[in-house]
């Protein structure tokens, strides 16, 4: 027997044994296109406004009739952060995000049977560079950062958000489709590595800072497992 079919058996077990098969967990995985915007001082003299795309995964626990739930939600995606000004040009990098965040979250239920639900939690975020090439403020391309692939950062994460989701058919009441919109702080120090950019006629040290505070809309499916709302 695979680990994976005696991990869910247990899952039962313990459902049945704890007198919680009231319970409700919703699983589910879906897409997201965010905005991100870094404030510091490069940041403040960019005016681009950059977007970003990537995956999202979560799990949301709910015992019995309670409102108040927690739920654990992972993410992936690509954008582009302003990392130095050489000579009154901001130049950017691009880079990896992957957060972990833990909400709590409220629900309502609506006439038609939807949720809504707002929340509020916190996490961490791993930004990490992907590539050694820059783009200048006004678009051209140029420079290299010399470490960039060595660059890796741990940071502290908030959220705030509200979360919309309807069951897809009476026929199919497990599966609901979601739409969330979120806006995430990450506060980075920059302690934990540095760039050495070069554009052809100087080098500068330097490292990523600040707040970095990212808008994020998501689309995902959910499946769940338990009793669900006739």
């Not at 795309?53 to 108040?68: C, L, N, P, Q, T």
């Not at 490292?207 to 769940?224: F, Q």
Request: proline share 2%; net charge negative; glycine share 8%.
């Amino acid at each position: 027997m695979s680990k994976l079919k005696c991990f869910l058996i247990f899952l039962i077990s313990w459902f049945s044994v704890t007198g919680i098969a009231s319970a409700q967990v919703d699983i589910g995985a879906g897409i997201n296109v965010g905005y991100p915007h870094l404030f510091n001082k490069l940041g403040n003299t960019d005016y681009r406004l950059y977007s970003s795309i990537g995956v999202v995964a979560g799990v949301a626990y709910k015992f019995g009739d309670s409102y108040f739930y927690p739920a654990l939600s992972a993410s992936v995606s690509s954008l582009s952060l302003p990392i130095a000004n050489i000579d009154g040009m901001t130049w950017s990098d691009e880079f990896t995000k992957k957060d972990i965040m833990l909400n709590l979250k409220h629900r309502s239920l609506l006439p038609n049977k939807a949720e809504l639900s707002w929340y509020a939690g916190i996490g961490v975020a791993f930004i990490s560079a992907d590539v050694s090439s820059l783009t200048s403020a006004n678009g051209n391309f140029g420079g290299t950062v010399s470490d960039s692939s060595e660059y890796n950062t741990a940071s502290a994460a908030a959220d705030i958000g509200l979360d919309y989701r309807f069951r897809l058919s009476a026929a199919h009441p497990h599966w609901f489709a979601a739409f969330d919109a979120n806006l995430q702080a990450v506060y980075i120090t920059g302690e934990y590595g540095h760039f050495y950019v070069y554009n052809g006629y100087n080098t500068l040290q330097t490292d990523i800072n600040g707040t970095l505070l990212s808008a994020t809309l998501s689309v995902s499916i959910i499946y769940r497992f338990g009793k669900t709302e006739q």
